[in-house]
């Protein structure tokens, strides 16, 4: 621990009346049309521009463009949209990821390889009207009042 070190340590030790929750590191994936390498230099710069972005990747085949640093996911949504190019959050998860991964909600030919669409796991529905009507013919609570006799 250096004179800098030393010297930021009482710093912080003096200013310690309000502290600031830190942000966390974040990983910010979006589906971009680009069409050319001159379209991946405008994202990858509009993107650059975003406050505490670290890095920007832009992968001109899967149309995609990943930020990571501390920001947040609408600002840089936000920031992508302002390119006129269509944008969206990177919808695709590894398809050991989803439950059913060849539904057709969640199959995509245009994913890329062993990905698939990020879906709604439909196998925790809540029990139906049907359901209902059973378990109230056979209550608890009164064990006499038996519908079905």
Aim: proline share 5%.
């Amino acid at each position: 621990m250096g004179v800098q070190g030393t010297l930021e340590y009482f710093s912080d030790l003096l200013s310690s009346t309000k502290k600031k929750k830190k942000k966390q590191t974040q990983t910010v994936a979006l589906k971009i049309r680009m069409d050319c390498e001159g379209c991946a230099r405008k994202v990858k710069h509009v993107l650059s521009g975003v406050k505490g972005a670290k890095s920007v990747d832009v992968d001109l085949k899967q149309q995609k463009a990943t930020v990571t640093g501390y920001v947040e996911p609408k600002k840089v949504l936000k920031a992508a949209q302002s390119t006129k190019k269509k944008v969206e959050l990177w919808p695709y998860v590894p398809y050991t990821m989803v439950a059913h991964p060849y539904v057709s909600q969640a199959y995509d030919k245009k994913a890329p390889p062993n990905m698939v669409r990020k879906v709604a796991d439909t196998s925790n529905i809540s029990e139906t009207t049907v359901d209902d009507t059973y378990v109230q013919m056979f209550s608890d609570e009164n064990p006499n009042a038996c519908s079905i006799m």
